[in-house]
């Protein structure tokens, strides 16, 4: 019987300019421009390492399918936290009140939606921490360094809004996601 070597998959990451990274025990620090951030990246399946401006991360065990999508969404998970301290991440929302007009701002660290479909009551929700939230006329700009909190907060904004019932093509109040970090969401 002939024993098969074993593959070693080994992908390397490089180090965005301005951002310095530092690994202690299987929690990898960002630091740039924006801000810092950090993830905890562990798995007894992988490796990782930084050396020479590049972040390596081997795969030193069996290579299934599932080892490799791991490898790969460390990876995905990598490049967003350099991309948030380095760039930011924003998320841009569009207020659209066709009958009723809504009153929207930002106080006491909580996002407030007054006059939505004509409610007594105003609608709010708490601003995440380490994320900012601006109002420029029709627009809600989120901002933040961790891509997760931002477009958690993202959808918070959006989901005060949603009526459960009521066809949006019709009735078109609300606040809703048009730009997610750069890609334009377009709504039928």
Not at 107 to 136: A, H, L, M
Request: aromatic share 4%; charged share 30%; proline share 3%.
């Amino acid at each position: 019987m002939v024993k098969e070597k074993k593959k070693i998959l080994e992908i390397e990451t490089e180090i965005i300019e301005g951002v310095e990274v530092k690994l202690e025990s299987d929690i990898l620090n960002f630091k740039g421009q924006k801000g810092e951030n950090n993830r905890k990246l562990s798995n007894p399946c992988l490796s990782i390492a930084v050396k020479d401006g590049k972040i390596i991360l081997k795969l030193i065990k069996k290579q299934s399918k599932s080892e490799v999508k791991i490898l790969k969404t460390f990876v995905s998970h990598i490049k967003n936290l350099m991309k948030g301290v380095s760039e930011g991440h924003t998320y841009k929302l569009k207020i659209c009140s066709g009958h009723f007009p809504m009153n929207v701002t930002t106080s006491n660290n909580e996002f407030v939606v007054k006059n939505f479909i004509g409610e007594k009551i105003p609608r709010t929700v708490p601003i995440t921490q380490d994320v900012t939230v601006k109002i420029e006329g029709t627009e809600v700009i989120v901002e933040g360094v961790d891509k997760e909190k931002t477009s958690q907060m993202a959808a918070r904004i959006e989901e005060m809004t949603k009526r459960p019932g009521f066809d949006t093509r019709i009735f078109q109040d609300g606040i809703y996601i048009i730009n997610k970090d750069g890609k334009e969401i377009k709504h039928d």
